[in-house]
């Protein structure tokens, strides 16, 4: 038996990896169930209604996540330091979550929950998301570039953590915040323009932008 299970809960795995198929008549996978497993791709079925915080972190070989319908709960950094996550495919049938091209979002498509890290170039925000969520786009060192539409008006902190290759991004005048280490370790930055509307910058939103040499702040920010 590759799974630890009590109460219907997966608390943890201890298989080889490669495609890992959660059995039948499970209810939740627990926090950091697969923490630092060799899992590849996982399947998890009907019936499982939670996914607690951390369940998939650490996975550096896990490529695709297949979640079904019964889906209800993902947690925090369910998927942190997954540097080879691909995609995250979620059932048409669901009623809360929702995937279009991999990227993980609320069923009504007004949150960005999770960008896969292997996603790369220039990624455009679909319109209509209000909200990336804390640490979304988390070690998604391939992309240039990300378009945020003007209907985004609150960014999670750590948002864009670890985008080495970001060089632009567009920030909405809608936002008024520019939230805790943002834009950390966002290397390739040059230059920044903090746009009129903003009204505060957190502690470390340019932490470790060691290439960043001109940045604008609008008069609207009222607090540093």
Known sequence: MDFVIKDKC??????????VDIPQGIEIIGET?????A????????GVKSINSGAFCACTKLKTVNISETVEFIGDNVFYGDIYLT?????????????????????????LLV???KVSGIFAVPEGIEEIKELSFDGCSGITEIKLP???NKIGGRGFWGCAKLEKINISKNIKKLPNSVFYNCAALKE????EGIEEIADRVFGYCFYL???????????I
């Open 10 to 19: 997966v608390v943890k795995y201890t298989g080889k990896g490669g495609v």
């Open 33 to 37: 169930a697969f923490n630092k497993s």
């Open 39 to 46: 899992a590849e791709v996982i399947n998890i079925p009907k």
């Open 87 to 111: 995609e995250i495919n979620v059932a048409s049938k669901n009623p809360f979550f929702k995937s279009v091209n991999g990227v993980l979002y609320d069923k009504e498509m007004k949150t």
């Open 115 to 117: 960008c896969p890290k």
């Open 150 to 152: 003007s209907s985004v």
């Open 192 to 195: 920044f323009t903090v746009p």
């Open 213 to 223: 040499k001109k940045a604008v702040i609008a008069k609207s920010v009222k607090k």
